[in-house]
């Protein structure tokens, strides 16, 4: 999700709910430890020099269980890492720990942030040997069916 869809959805909510992969919502009581303009350069398998700019939030929740952002404070926290980190319309990953920090993607259901599983990939998988996956085709002669068991397929 881009920064100004995050920006625009929040300023239509009351309250707000993330909730992680296995459907469990963040507690209510979370705080936004963290907003970060993360820029990554790197190269990948193949020797293609790569850079990457995305905006982190850090979401971390402690005893404080009365505690409670408003999706106004958020506006004005972001307000303020936009006037002083100079980015513009990032896409946003969001940082939470469970047995360790995990990095998502934000998406968004109804009025529920949903933190959405990252995954690696291979950038370069012409230049690693990876063979690349045949679609699957299901064979079958005219007019013939196969059923499990037989020797047709």
């Given amino acids: 999700m881009l920064l100004s869809a995050f920006k625009k959805t929040l300023s239509k909510l009351d309250k707000l709910k993330f909730q992680l992969p296995n459907g469990q919502l963040v507690p209510s009581y979370f705080h936004i430890t963290e907003v970060g303009k993360v820029t990554r350069n790197y190269i990948d398998c193949g020797g293609v020099l790569r850079q990457e700019n995305k905006l982190n939030l850090q979401l971390w929740v402690s005893s404080d269980t009365e505690h409670r952002l408003k999706p106004d404070n958020i506006l004005n926290i972001l307000q303020l890492?936009?006037?002083?980190?100079?980015?513009?319309?990032?896409?946003?990953?969001?940082?939470?720990?469970?047995?360790?920090?995990?990095?998502?993607?934000?998406?968004?259901?109804?009025?529920?942030?949903?933190?959405?599983?990252?995954?690696?990939?291979?950038?370069?998988?012409?230049?690693?040997?990876?063979?690349?996956?045949?679609?699957?085709?299901?064979?079958?002669?005219?007019?013939l069916s196969c059923n499990t068991g037989s020797d047709c397929c």
């Fill in 81 to 143: 890492a936009e006037k002083q980190l100079g980015f513009s319309d990032l896409e946003l990953e969001v940082e939470y720990q469970q047995t360790t920090v995990g990095r998502y993607k934000l998406a968004l259901n109804g009025e529920v942030f949903e933190l959405v599983n990252t995954q690696t990939a291979c950038l370069a998988p012409n230049q690693c040997g990876i063979p690349q996956e045949k679609p699957r085709v299901r064979l079958t002669a005219s007019g």
